[in-house]
């Protein structure tokens, strides 16, 4: 390869492991071209499958600020480069591996680390994202919906207790009333009391008095005539 085109394939190669949410180390000796063609087909748009010089990928590797061991560089190699779900690669890769045992997952990076052959079948395992999303949307739908039923069930009792507050609001005494039935009687002043004395203790007349006979008790009753 001339300088200029190896140069290109490094700088390439170190962008797809800066950019590659996950990247899969495998060794496809022994598989056909036509195989190979299904392993791509089968990994999808977002992941990119090429088959690497191991002296190159050790070179871009290190370029983009990662570590792979020889032991991963070991024999022909073909680097998933994957930019959609590495959980979704890993399964692929493995489905893809049980029908076609001439496959061998090496290793790979995920979320900065290096990953073994292991830890890539449990990567494979998990959940998609789509099916955690979607888990996740039904769960919060249900809460949402049960918070939705709490709240018109108060509604509905609050409403129901609401007429039966409105006559006790009619019927209890105005602020004003209840000033002027708790007011104290006013006191006479010491002005008006005199006048009010002078009309109780003024003495009546001597002539106004009837002169009334007094009849003595031992003196017979004189009868009508």
């Known amino acids: 390869m001339a300088r200029p085109d190896k140069e290109a394939a490094v700088a390439e190669l170190t962008e797809d492991f800066r950019t590659a949410n996950a990247t899969y180390l495998t060794e496809y000796r022994g598989l056909t071209v036509t195989s190979m063609k299904q392993l791509r087909r089968s990994l999808g748009a977002d992941t990119k499958y090429a088959v690497v010089k191991n002296t190159l990928t050790k070179i871009a590797a290190k370029g983009a600020g990662v570590e792979i061991s020889d032991d991963l560089l070991a024999g022909p190699s073909a680097l998933a480069f994957v930019k959609g779900d590495p959980i979704d690669a890993a399964r692929n890769l493995k489905n893809f591996q049980k029908e076609n045992p001439l496959l061998i997952i090496k290793g790979g990076i995920y979320e900065g680390k290096l990953v073994t052959t292991a830890e ?29 039923r709490v709240f018109d069930a108060l509604r509905i009792k609050m409403e129901a207790g609401a007429p039966a507050s409105a006559p006790v ?57």
């Open 169 to 225: 609001a009619e019927a209890a005494p105005s602020a004003e009333a209840v000033v002027e039935a708790a007011a104290p009687v006013a006191e006479a002043t010491p002005e008006e009391t005199p006048e009010v004395v002078a009309e109780v203790t003024e003495p009546v007349a001597v002539d106004a008095v009837a002169e009334v006979p007094v009849q003595d008790a031992n003196t017979p009753e004189t009868p009508a005539e």
């Open 120 to 148: 890539i079948m449990k990567l494979a395992d998990l959940e998609s994202r789509e099916v955690l999303l979607a888990k996740l949307a039904g769960a919060m739908k249900g809460s949402l919906a049960k918070a939705a």
